[in-house]
Structure formats: C-alpha cells, structure tokens
Nanobody
Framework: QVQLVESGGGLVQAGGSLRLSCAASGRTFSSYCMGWFRQAPGKEREFVAAISWNGGRTYYADSVKGRFTISRDNAKNTAFLQMNSLKPEDTANYYC???????????????????WGQGTQVTVSS
C-alpha cells in the first residue's frame, strides 16, 4: 500500500512560482513512476508531468513544458513539482500519483496510476 500526501499549494499572482511536494509512504518509493495531474472545476483530470524511478526520464504535458519541472528525492520518499511562470489557466487542484507497476516508461493517462493523493489547490490570479 502507498499513501501520498501533497503540500505546497496556495494563491499566487500570474508570473509567480510555487513548489509542490508529495510525500510517499512505503519502502519501495524508489522503484516506481511518480506523476502529477491537475483538475480544474468542470474539467477532466489532466496529466501534468511524470518521472521515472531514478529521475532519469521525465515527461511533460505540452502546456507546462519549459515552465514546470518534476523531480524526486528517493532518500526522502518525496516527489516535487516546481512551477514557474504560472498562468491563471494553471489554476486547479493538483494531484500526486504513483504507478507501482512501472519504473521507467511512465504514462500520461489517469488509469496508468494506481495510487493517488488527496490533492492540493493552486490558484493563480491575473
């Protein structure tokens, strides 16, 4: 069983930055893909970024490429999402997810991930 807890959300002005954290339980954190998704009101949950077990591969949605950076610290069982140059359209509830069945080829589909956090709200004002 894996438990994920997100933190770091908040209110920020357009152009600002936030860093989200995802603390994971379990001794096998370093062996699987981690991902970030987001969901805005009235919209489907969408892929944001993913990272392989050792950080060697990263994947991003086109909408966040060049602005967001995903990383992980396996010694601390924590994944991060650094968000820069934030836009009002980035406003959403951000979810951390784990795919315990994959280590290298990390998916971008919600169904690829079998563990989810409760989410943290990010609001970007214009």
């Amino acid at each position: 069983q894996v438990q994920l807890v997100e933190s770091g959300g908040g209110l920020v002005q357009a152009g600002g930055s936030l860093r989200l954290s995802c603390a994971a339980s379990g001794r096998t954190f370093s062996s699987y893909c981690m991902g970030w998704f987001r969901q805005a009101p009235g919209k489907e949950r969408e892929f944001v970024a993913a990272i392989s077990w050792n950080g060697g591969r990263t994947y991003y949605a086109d909408s966040v490429k060049g602005r967001f950076t995903i990383s992980r610290d396996n010694a601390k069982n924590t994944a991060f999402l650094q968000m820069n140059s934030l836009k009002p359209e980035d406003t959403a509830n951000y979810y951390c997810a784990a795919d315990s069945r994959s280590a290298v080829l990390c998916g971008s589909i919600r169904g690829d991930y079998n563990y989810w956090g409760q989410g943290t709200q990010v609001t970007v004002s214009s």
